[in-house]
């Protein structure tokens, strides 16, 4: 087992997968500016999986922080997390994106290459699909992201592959996920977005919590079996699991870029959660269907094929499990890993 380092290892994802590196005998190192996180997080990471992660506050733009972690650390690999992640606010502040995104890219990359480790494991998305018109998606589906996020993901992978390219010791995998959702079972660890929510499964849990009045379900007459959108729907733990896998894999791989996704290969609508959610928490959850948003896909879930015979990876948990272990988080921690504010 090696000692990883883990870039926006407080964030959602990250610190989920950090539980998981621990649980497979990683040694455990996360660097996180905790823009968009919670030292919190660490702390709870460290709580359910009995184990402690060395932790540095700093930025992953930042070269001399990076320098001193891998002075100090005789890395075996990186899982680069680190990244603004709101599409909405991508499009409103692209400058920002492009700069934090890729910069972080770029520096990291020069990074390693300076210390001689080259074995990364990329935080990559289905974003990189576009708005594709055909379900399920594989890894061969032309890449055009639709927004600054997406590109910023889509660019991240293209500067790999060109490092890649002209330098053959690199081995690096990129891992599209489809849509993260669920919280570690132990109810100590789940997503905590900053404001409000970009994304359906937060957003409905802060209502069932009495944070938001109701969800809004964005369209209801898409030609699906109950006119709301067909999303696939990953545990987050699953997600984890698929990094640990990648990790384990890397000996055997071929040098180069090599681009997985890392979903169920099921599509659920978004009534089809609603309702999951709904029987979990033991009472309706208010919503009201509105607009479509622009840009909107139909329908879109993974083919995992690749993930599942490569990685020898698997998603293995249902809507209801997602569902269940969200809310034994948001139950227990309504504010996240915030305070609840005065005169709640």
């Known amino acids: 087992m090696s000692t990883v380092l883990v870039t926006g290892g407080a964030g959602f994802i990250g610190s989920h997968t950090?539980?998981?590196?621990?649980a497979s005998g990683h040694v455990v190192v996360v660097v996180d500016n905790l823009v968009n996180s919670s030292a919190r997080?660490?702390?709870?990471?460290?709580?359910?999986?009995?184990r402690g992660v060395t932790f540095v506050h700093g930025d992953v733009a930042d070269r001399s922080t990076l320098d001193g972690l891998f002075a100090r650390h005789g890395f075996g690999a990186v899982i680069h997390f680190a990244a603004l992640k709101a599409i909405g606010e991508s499009v409103a502040e692209p400058l920002r994106y492009y700069g934090n995104n890729l910069?972080?890219?770029?520096?990291?990359?020069?990074?390693?290459?300076?210390?001689?480790?080259?074995?990364?494991?990329?935080?990559?998305?289905?974003?990189?699909?576009?708005?594709?018109?055909?379900?399920?998606?594989?890894?061969?589906?032309?890449?055009?992201?639709?927004?600054?996020?997406?590109?910023?993901?889509?660019m991240g992978e293209e500067i790999m592959r060109d490092l890649c390219a002209a330098d053959q010791r690199w081995k690096i995998v990129l891992l599209r996920y489809f849509n993260p959702v669920g919280a570690h079972p132990s109810g100590e660890l789940g997503e905590d977005p900053?404001?409000?929510?970009?994304n359906l499964m937060p957003y409905l849990m802060q209502v069932a919590v009495g944070r938001r009045e109701?969800?809004?379900?964005?369209?209801?007459?898409?030609?699906?079996?109950?006119?709301?959108?067909?999303?696939?729907?990953?545990?987050?733990?699953?997600?984890?699991?698929?990094?640990?896998?990648?990790?384990?894999?890397?000996?055997?791989?071929?040098?180069?870029?090599?681009?997985?996704?890392?979903?169920?290969?099921?599509?659920?609508?978004v009534l089809e959660l609603v309702r999951a959610a709904e029987e979990v928490i033991g009472r309706p959850v208010p919503f009201?269907?509105?607009?479509?948003?622009?840009?909107?896909?139909?329908?879109?879930?993974?083919?995992?094929?690749?993930?599942?015979?490569?990685?020898r990876w698997r998603a293995t948990r249902d809507l209801r499990d997602m569902c269940r272990d969200h809310w034994a988080w948001q139950s227990t921690h309504p504010y996240g890993f915030g305070d609840a504010?005065?005169?709640?």
């Open 18 to 22: 950090c539980v998981e590196l621990l």
């Open 41 to 50: 997080a660490i702390a709870a990471v460290e709580a359910v999986s009995g």
């Open 103 to 154: 910069g972080s890219v770029v520096t990291l990359l020069e990074a390693m290459q300076d210390a001689g480790c080259r074995n990364l494991v990329f935080s990559s998305s289905a974003t990189v699909y576009g708005n594709p018109t055909n379900a399920p998606i594989d890894e061969t589906v032309r890449l055009e992201a639709v927004n600054p996020y997406g590109r910023t993901k889509l």
């Open 194 to 198: 900053r404001g409000i929510p970009n």
């Open 214 to 269: 109701k969800l809004p379900v964005f369209g209801g007459d898409y030609p699906t079996r109950d006119g709301t959108a067909i999303r696939d729907y990953i545990h987050v733990v699953d997600l984890a699991q698929g990094h640990v896998a990648a990790l384990g894999v890397l000996d055997e791989l071929a040098s180069g870029c090599h681009a997985f996704n890392l979903g169920t290969g099921t599509g659920s609508t």
């Open 288 to 311: 009201e269907i509105v607009e479509r948003r622009a840009g909107d896909a139909v329908a879109v879930w993974a083919d995992p094929t690749r993930a599942n015979t490569a990685l």
């Open 341 to 344: 504010p005065e005169g709640s």
